[in-house]
């Protein structure tokens, strides 16, 4: 046990690596994700494109990605840490539901408030940003907070490629002290306190937000 209370301080530098990456790459899937949405809506012609990009990511295992992103870019000529990678890799992967995700967000706004907004004069930028964004943003909430959670879920592949996660760290601790349970209960608990953070601020987050749509 003893030996296991060294290892503590690991274990928290681990959960830092843990949030940094995941929430690095949460940002980089939404904001991909939400620029492939606005694409295929601007550009009938992206369709396609978008519903490949999709169909390949969601098709596909992310450790397969991740192997592609952190072996095959460098015979590209570009190189990138395991950190870097892995951030690349899990935003590209989550830029694919979070991209659904506002396709269904933006799909839930009543299609007789934007005729009513436009026969109101209102032009399609102030129709965007006063009528569709709000309530889309609103329904995306919770959905999207669900998404970051799993994007923390899906940082243990990371482990794979010698990240220092939670998963990598307390495999090490196993294999250093050769005691399985605490190091194991460790983990399962770091990653319930990250998630069940998300899953509180986003609920919040979309009760605030509920609130402030209705006046």
């Known amino acids: 046990m003893h030996e296991i209370l060294i290892h503590l301080p690991d274990f928290g530098t681990a959960l830092l690596v843990t949030l940094g990456v995941s929430l690095a790459a949460a940002l980089l899937g939404l904001l991909l994700g939400f620029s492939l949405n606005a694409l295929r809506l601007a550009l009938p012609a992206f369709a396609g494109p978008y519903r490949t990009y999709i169909w390949l990511i969601r098709g596909t295992p992310f450790l397969a990605q991740l192997a592609v992103v952190y072996f095959g870019l460098p015979v590209l000529g ?11 890799a899990l935003g590209l992967y989550s830029a694919s539901y979070f991209a659904e995700l506002f396709r269904s967000a933006w799909s839930s706004v009543p299609a007789g408030q934007l005729e ?5 004069g209102l032009t399609r930028r102030q129709v965007f940003w006063h009528i569709q964004a709000p309530q889309a943003f609103a329904f995306a ?19 794979i490629i010698t990240v220092p996660e939670l998963t990598m760290t307390a495999g090490r601790i196993v294999s250093t002290t050769f005691s399985y349970v605490v190091p194991y209960a460790l983990l399962v608990l770091s990653y ?14 979309a009760q605030r937000t509920t609130r402030h749509l209705r006046g």
């Open 78 to 88: 570009l190189r990138l840490d395991a950190v870097d990678a892995s951030i690349l």
């Open 116 to 120: 009513a907004a436009r026969v109101h």
């Open 141 to 159: 909430l919770p959905l999207l907070g669900n998404q970051v959670i799993l994007t923390i879920k899906e940082s243990a592949v990371t482990s």
């Open 192 to 205: 319930w306190l990250l998630t069940t953070s998300v899953a509180a601020l986003a609920e919040y987050l």
